[in-house]
């Protein structure tokens, strides 16, 4: 099964940027979804397919994919930031969706 | 708007059963793949299985697959999943999902609220 890593923490002062990685195997060629969650809610996704935003969400939050690393960045953070991210992709070889294990975004 | 509401949760002992559902509204459930995600507690998510619109293409992650039953009643805009032989493991919030899926890719665009299931003596 495809595995998908993520770290644990990020930490960041508000105003600056924030990036999250979500590593795996050539997943450069794998469409890879953010998802936010903030305690005592249900996620939200706020980046699909790599780089797209759904409406609602702030242009603060982006994606890019490269590699074996995609890049969840998020600008000019603001403490309704803090939150964890998880990253999901699509496993083609047993047809199923993987997410990662989640990063726990603080705002210092 | 859609919304997805989950029910069902609940405190059961090691190896009782229990069902889920979800109701859904605001979208022709028909149209769409739903799916079953959980959430242990401090933990990350876990995708468990969705079903197709028809019913016809199920999948079940491996930590559930044959104790766990997903299926829908569109006509009662319905999502359910039959949970059997329940372990303390299992204990966790359900999430309902409503996947967008095409060529060979999954995201969850909406999700319901949660229910707890709660296995212990």
């Known amino acids: 099964s495809y595995v998908l890593t993520q770290p644990p923490s990020v930490s960041v002062a508000p105003g600056k940027t924030a990036r999250i990685t979500c590593g795996g195997n050539?997943?450069?060629?794998?469409?890879v979804h953010w998802y936010q969650q903030k305690p005592g809610q249900a996620p939200v996704v706020v980046v699909y397919?790599?780089?797209d935003r759904p409406s609602g969400i702030p242009e603060r939050f982006s994606g890019s994919n490269s590699g074996n690393t995609a890049t969840l960045t998020i600008s000019r953070v603001e403490a309704g930031d803090e939150a964890d991210y998880y990253c999901q992709v699509w496993d083609s070889s047993s047809d199923h969706p993987v997410f990662g294990g989640g990063s726990k975004l603080t705002v210092l | 708007q859609v919304q997805l509401v989950e029910s069902g949760g609940g405190l059961v002992k090691p190896g009782g059963s229990l069902r889920l559902s979800c109701a859904a509204s605001?979208?022709?459930?028909?149209?769409?793949?739903m799916s079953w995600i959980r959430q242990a507690p401090g933990r990350g998510l876990e995708w468990i299985s969705y079903i197709s619109t028809s019913g016809s293409t199920i999948y079940y992650a491996d930590s559930v697959k044959g104790r766990f039953t997903i299926s829908r009643d569109n006509a009662r805009n319905s999502l359910y999943l039959q949970l059997n032989s329940l372990t303390a493991e299992d204990t966790a919030v359900y999430f309902c999902?409503?996947?967008?899926?095409?060529?060979?890719?999954?995201?969850?665009?909406?999700w319901g609220q949660g229910t707890l299931v709660t296995v212990s003596s």
């Open positions: 397919d790599d780089s």
């Open positions: 999902a409503r996947p967008l899926y095409y060529g060979g890719d999954m995201y969850f665009d909406y």
């Open positions: 050539t997943i450069g060629i794998k469409s």
């Open positions: 605001g979208f022709t459930l028909s149209d769409y793949y």
